[in-house]
């Protein structure tokens, strides 16, 4: 039976989730189909057909989906979900609002944030921030699954599936989008980055923040920050790394004036080479850290930017 | 109105969990159990939404053994009316947890049900969106604002490329996210009137709820461990390390 994957995407363009989680797709079965649901999201559409490993595109265009609120997605994948044995998305803030509706809706439990794919129905997931890995089986006649993009190395472009027009139902309506604040930044996006610079309640504030944010920039590298730090107004809410933060997983990490919190190491700590200053020696994020750097953090950044 | 809030009593979110040794769960005896954190910001949502004349009563609910009783008159001295322990000694999970929140909805009429965003020991992140959708009720996920109105609510959330603010038909459902504010610490007079407030115990078979679990734990396992790498004296060594040995810049 065919795979259903819903695409993020702000209908001008795919989001990098998408092709993470045709990987996961690939490990379940060959004939995998990509859900666009958007307001004018063609261009969207045509970006998952070149997505390796795609066999068809479903374009659902109807203004109803444009900000992709939760109660007409996921009427529209209920109407879509017979035939299909899974269903899929990232585990963004989008598939995270989304497919647990559609999982009841079908009355199937859901399965979250997948980190490996055991079997066509067993999945392994981690619970307790990261803190143990379960293995969970689905005896459900649809498994409805979220993605950790980190897990799962992005599907490549280079095909050409077929776009097909979906009709649309009835949308329900009790919930209308308002706006949206969204964070400009001309840095790479936190979860796909190569490089990923954090900065925590150690930086003081956020009038400190353009330290960190000129090493980045040195190194093509994307910012993000603790909760400390979020929550004192230093950086916007989507800087978070962690447990209920992003994951991010990238090839170096570097946590600046961050204590490390399991709720935090549970956002980085696989990523390939971690970094650590703090001017505390005893602070857990050095029991991670393949480097650290034992020193105050407003003399060791500007050395760093000199030195890169 | 009528605050119904869900709070799941989980393993405090200080304590470091041990894996069992024969991989068939986590370590819980022995250890401290709380207020899930994200549902002591739901709960004090609610307090806030009654204090400014919004909200008229709060009711509390929580699944789970005996000893959620707890977790129940924690929220009670925080500042709830009324608390139903549904008890049941074996795994939740998130589609049960909604389809009894979903009958104690039908018998209790509110006008709102605020959840925590995510428990921080399944971190399912399910539950809330799972009752708006057998309800057929908005949702409001991730809230980092709550701004209730006339027939609606408007409720800003934290999405990941910064905020959305969407406006929600009442009734409704919402989940708290970690800026909707800070929780109080309940009084000692508080704990005290907490302890006389009304507290019923009902099961999930008297709400004719069938809470077996649908998904099998094959085996719950440590993560692969991380060792600690190197200290380095001063920032030279640092740039050297990164270029020449890890070779990532
Ligand atoms: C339900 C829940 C969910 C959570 N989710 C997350 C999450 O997703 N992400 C997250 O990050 N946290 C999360 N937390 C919070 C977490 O528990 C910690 O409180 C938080 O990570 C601490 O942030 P911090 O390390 O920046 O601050 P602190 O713990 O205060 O550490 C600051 C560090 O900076 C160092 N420092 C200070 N000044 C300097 C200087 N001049 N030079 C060098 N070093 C300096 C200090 O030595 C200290 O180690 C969550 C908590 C809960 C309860
Ligand atoms: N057993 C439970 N009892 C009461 N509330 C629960 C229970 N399980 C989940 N919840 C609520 O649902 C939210 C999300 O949980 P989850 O979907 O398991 O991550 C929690 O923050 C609680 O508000």
Redesign the pocket.
């Known amino acids: 039976m065919p795979i259903l994957i819903l695409a993020d995407h702000d209908n001008a363009s795919l989001k990098p989730a998408t092709a993470h989680t045709v990987t996961a797709a690939t490990k379940l079965g060959t004939d995998i189909h990509v859900l666009v649901a958007g307001r004018g999201a063609t261009p969207a559409a045509e970006e998952a057909a070149k997505l390796a490993g795609v066999a068809k595109v479903l374009l659902a265009d109807d203004a109803s989906y444009e900000h992709a609120l939760a109660e007409p997605v996921a009427a529209l994948l209920v109407s879509l979900a017979p035939g299909y044995s899974h269903i899929l998305a990232a585990a963004t803030s989008v598939g995270k609002n989304v497919l647990p509706r559609v999982a009841a809706l079908l009355d199937v439990a859901m399965i979250s944030e997948i980190t490996a794919v055991v079997s066509a129905d067993s999945f392994e997931r981690p619970i307790y921030a990261g803190n143990a890995i379960a293995t969970v089986q689905s005896a459900d006649p649809v498994k409805i699954v979220t993605i950790r993009t980190t897990a799962f190395e992005a599907a490549a472009a280079g095909n050409c599936a077929a776009v097909e027009s979906v009709t649309t139902p009835a949308a329900p309506g009790p919930s209308s989008f308002v706006s949206a604040e969204l964070t400009k930044s001309e840095r790479p996006e936190l979860t796909a980055a190569r490089i990923v610079i954090s900065g925590?309640?150690?930086m003081?504030s956020g009038e400190n923040f353009p330290l960190l944010e000129a090493l980045a920039d040195k190194l093509g590298a994307a910012v993000g920050a603790?909760?400390?730090?979020v929550d004192a107004g230093f950086v916007p809410n989507d800087y978070?790394?962690?447990?209920?933060?992003k994951i991010v997983a990238p090839e170096l990490y570097i946590a600046?004036?961050?204590?490390?919190?399991?709720?935090?190491l549970?956002?980085m700590k696989d990523s390939k080479v971690i970094v650590a200053?703090?001017?505390?020696e005893e602070?857990p994020?050095f029991q991670v850290a393949d480097y650290g750097l034992v020193?105050?953090?407003?003399k060791a950044l500007p050395e760093l930017q000199q030195a890169v | 109105m009528k605050i119904l809030c869900a709070v799941k009593r989980v393993v405090d979110?200080n304590v470091k969990i041990r894996v069992k040794t024969d991989q068939s769960g986590v370590e819980t005896s022995n250890v401290k159990f709380s207020m899930n954190?994200?549902d002591e910001i739901a709960v004090e949502e609610a307090v806030r939404l009654k204090e400014a004349g919004a909200a008229t009563e709060i009711v509390v609910v929580s699944i789970g053994p005996a000893q959620a009783q707890e977790t129940l008159r924690t929220a009670l001295a925080m500042g709830a009316d009324r608390a139903i322990l549904v008890q049941t000694d074996g795994a939740t999970e998130p589609l049960a947890v909604a389809k009894v929140l979903k009958a104690l909805v039908e018998k209790e009429a509110p006008g709102m049900v605020i959840l925590g965003k995510q428990a921080?020991d399944d971190d399912c992140n399910q539950t809330g969106q799972m009752l708006a959708a057998l309800l057929g009720w908005a949702q409001g996920t991730f809230a980092s604002k709550v701004v209730a109105g006339d027939g609606k609510v408007a409720v800003t959330r934290e999405i990941d490329g910064g905020l959305e603010v969407v406006s929600l038909t009442l009734p409704a459902v919402v989940t708290a996210d970690?800026r909707l504010n800070e929780p109080r610490y309940a009084s000692l007079p508080n704990i005290m009137k907490a302890k006389k407030k009304p507290l019923e115990t009902v099961t999930p078979d008297a709400l004719g709820v069938d809470v077996t679990p649908r998904l099998k734990t094959l085996k719950v396992a440590e993560p692969p461990k991380r060792e600690a790498g190197i200290k380095v004296p001063d920032v030279a060594v640092l740039v050297d390390k990164l270029k020449n040995e890890a070779r990532v810049i």
């Open positions: 925590g309640r150690g003081q603790s909760r400390a730090a978070q790394v962690g447990q209920t933060g600046v004036g961050i204590s490390g919190a399991i709720q935090h549970a956002g200053i703090n001017k505390d602070a994020i020193a105050d953090l407003f | 979110y954190p994200f921080i970690l």
